[in-house]
């Protein structure tokens, strides 16, 4: 008889376990082998600028608004990350708004770095090794790679051609700067105009002078102002002086070899200047914004001006005679990842350059990659895109189901993807027809074929939509939300497969009792008191029970708010309300009843086994910025636990297999670009251990246990 009974005691007493609320301040926290990649996507994020050094064939260079500095591996044609060490504390320097190559010494690299005005740090880094280390140069300026078209334009970093040590900065608030001891120490050129607050100085150039073709001239394009030369004047001296009649608007310079200077603007077109005058040169007056302008280097007078707004599929103009006549270059892309869409081309184009190596060879950048072609005369050129190791979406969102694609991502611009094999791209975005960005993920864990996508037209919800689908993602059906409600989250009942929650950003919370067909009020809850009025919120304040279909839970101003009849009607169910905190996240332990945890950043984690009557705080946890229950150790009853924030005093990625009773430290040995702001975190419910990160311009990244 006894030997009956005690597998079911010592049942009871594993759960008891697995379901105490941790009280210890005797943490354990030790660190484990895992073995982090990056899932690859290809492309999909805007490399705002494309540079190849002049004196050694294929050193090429892509810098990106959001996700770091490239260098090309042509031996096997795929983008190396050259920030990932950056770490979470630094993550400002992840946007690049500026990149200089070093003429006499290939190894050197200059970037302009810093994604955002009120962010910190912003500086100009050098490297001596092409990008495998980096070292701040202390100028310590506000760059400002995102967030407006000024980002396209460039370079605003230029190293004298003749003489390494002299390298020229534009920044955007503070005017130009120079350093004469290669980026050692730094003197502010109060000569030169500041420009436009924010904008400033985004191009710098140097060439020979058209009228002393053996005397040395640098150009800085002030925006809102005009060019200014500095060279050496009739007197005799070196000064700088604006040009008279130069463009106010300029996006990108380049020189020739003669000293003919072009420049292209974001509202004005395209111009040349021969040393005493301007002409335009503009290729068709169906357009004024060009950025990208590139001379062959083995013909003065070969050209190409690429059109900068418009739509996709923009033009690129050449001309064989300085600029006199153009022509608009066939185009067609071969070589693309299969889930790209026809408007990934030649979208938002910022940069062209010819290959001085390579005869006919060009590459173009765009919003979504870079592309090449090896016959640029041809009648109909053909072209290929580079997108190995171009990792650059914005992740908002995630889903890990516990069958079918262990992993599904919602991105900006992008949409999102089923990751059947995160080691392999995906083949297609979700298809979710009409809509950019995903931003809520759930499934019903009855029957995890049957899941919810909401999405939207554009950042701001102006068509949000939300999309039901029965077969694991593969084909979803588009429903209409309420009039009015915009953006936010849905969850979907765990074992009604017509029960859904939506709670919006803009609009008042509702239900669904016929997968969206029509919809309900609810009572009890508080005004929507959601935070932003755009995708880029991370906020996961809603959550269904992984058991009780009929429960969810949302959270608001330090209150749980709690269903146990499908929605119709919520309550407080903590009366001690949770200390105000950073990003929050709610979700429900799998497979255990009236579990449910709440992540509030910089107040850590909170742990309920009374569905949110009461909560303790997980104790040396200090900072919860995510967090994510996934599949259980084997032979355990409760599933396992990760965070990413600050447990015992160590800012890392972690584990904890007995919630949270113990911590393992499973971050990478090395960062791989993790410290781009991780802002998204889901634990695979499929394969115990396995984890996937969303960033906020490095893509998404997975991590398991080491074998």
């Known amino acids: 008889m006894l030997t009956f009974r005690l597998p079911k005691l010592l049942l009871i007493v594993v759960l008891m376990y697995t379901l105490m609320i941790p009280t210890t301040k005797n943490v354990v926290q030790s660190a484990e082998s895992y073995q982090w990649n990056s899932i690859p996507v290809g492309g999909g994020g805007y490399i705002t600028g494309v540079v190849v050094h002049p004196a050694e064939p294929d050193l090429i260079y892509a810098r990106t608004d959001i996700g ?37 010494n290939p190894d050197i690299v200059y970037i302009a770095a810093g994604k955002y005005a009120n962010g910190s740090p912003s500086d100009v880094l ?36 003749l003489n390494s040590n002299y390298v020229h900065v534009g920044t955007r608030y503070d005017g130009l700067y120079v350093s004469e001891n290669g ?20 191009s710098v150039v140097y060439g020979v002078n058209p009228l002393a073709k053996h005397e040395q001239v640098v150009y800085a394009g002030v925006r809102g102002v005009g060019i200014f030369s500095k060279m050496k004047r009739s007197n005799g001296e070196m000064t700088w002086e604006l040009i008279r009649n130069s463009p106010d608007s300029v996006a990108r310079m380049t020189v020739s070899k003669s000293g003919i200077l072009y420049a292209t603007t974001d509202n004005k077109g395209v111009f040349k ?5 301007w ?10 914004s060009y950025f990208g302008i590139s001379i062959d280097p083995s013909n ?8 900068r707004t418009g739509g996709s599929n923009l033009p690129l103009y050449r001309s ?10 066939n185009k067609t892309l071969n070589d693309r990842p299969s889930w790209w869409t026809s408007n990934m081309f030649f979208s938002a184009t910022a940069s062209v350059v010819f ?13 979504s990659g870079v592309y090449k072609t090896d016959n640029i005369t041809a009648q109909n050129t053909q072209w290929d895109a580079i997108t190995d190791g171009h990792e650059e979406l914005v992740a908002l969102v995630g889903s890990a189901p516990p069958q079918g694609t262990p992993f599904f991502s919602g991105v900006a611009d992008q949409t999102g993807f089923a990751h059947l094999d995160v080691d392999s791209p995906p083949t297609r975005k979700l298809q979710l027809a009409g809509m950019k960005e995903v931003v809520s993920i759930d499934y019903h864990e009855a029957d995890p074929n049957k899941m919810i996508f909401l999405g939207s037209n554009d950042w701001y919800g102006t068509i949000t939509r939300l999309y039901v689908s029965s077969d694991n993602g593969q084909t979803a059906t588009a429903v209409n939300v309420p009039d009015g409600s915009k953006l936010g989250r849905v969850a979907y009942s765990a074992t009604d497969p017509n029960l859904i929650i939506y709670l919006p950003q803009t609009g008042k919370a509702v239900r669904s009792t016929n997968k969206g067909a029509s919809w309900q009020s609810m009572s009890g809850l508080p005004s929507n008191d959601n935070d932003a009025d755009s995708i880029f919120t991370y906020n996961e304040r809603l959550a269904g029970d992984r058991i009780n279909g009929n429960k969810f839970y949302m959270y608001s101003a330090g209150h749980l708010y709690r269903t146990t009849n499908g929605g119709v009607n919520w309550y407080k169910a903590n009366a001690k309300p949770l200390p105000s905190g950073g990003k929050i996240t709610v979700e429900a332990a799998p497979g255990l009843g009236n579990v449910v945890w709440v992540s509030l950043g910089d107040a850590g984690l909170y742990a309920s086994s009374n569905s949110g009557t009461t909560f303790t705080k997980v104790p040396n946890v200090q900072s919860s910025e995510l967090f994510a229950f996934g599949k259980g150790k084997p032979g355990a009853l409760n599933p396992a636990v990760f965070v990413y924030g600050t447990v015992n005093n160590v800012k890392g990625f972690y584990r904890s297999d007995n919630m949270g009773l113990t911590w393992q430290n499973i971050s990478p040995a090395n960062q791989i670009g993790l410290g781009n702001q991780p802002q998204v975190l889901k634990a695979d419910r499929q394969t115990y251990g396995k984890v996937y990160v969303g960033t906020n311009g490095r893509g998404l990244f997975t991590g398991s246990v080491a074998p």
């Open 68 to 104: 770091g500095v490239y260098r090309l591996d042509p031996a096997n044609n795929r983008w190396i990350p050259l920030l990932d060490h950056v770490e979470s504390n630094e993550s400002n320097l992840y946007g690049i708004d500026g990149i200089a190559l070093d003429h006499q």
């Open 126 to 161: 050098k490297s001596t090794d092409r990008g495998a280390t980096w070292t701040r140069t202390r100028l310590n300026l506000r760059n400002v790679s995102n967030g407006n078209i000024h980002r396209a334009m460039g370079e605003s970093i230029a190293v004298n051609p």
């Open 183 to 202: 980026g050692v120490t730094w003197s502010h050129i109060q000569e030169v105009a500041y420009g436009s607050r924010g904008q400033g100085i985004r």
């Open 273 to 277: 200047f021969n040393g005493r005058q």
């Open 279 to 288: 002409s335009n040169i503009t290729p068709s007056s169906a357009f004024v």
């Open 300 to 307: 003065d007078n070969h050209i190409l001006a690429a059109v």
């Open 320 to 329: 064989t005679n300085g600029g006199q006549t153009w022509v608009n270059v």
């Open 355 to 367: 290959d001085p190596h390579h005869p006919g060879r060009v590459y173009v950048s765009d919003w």
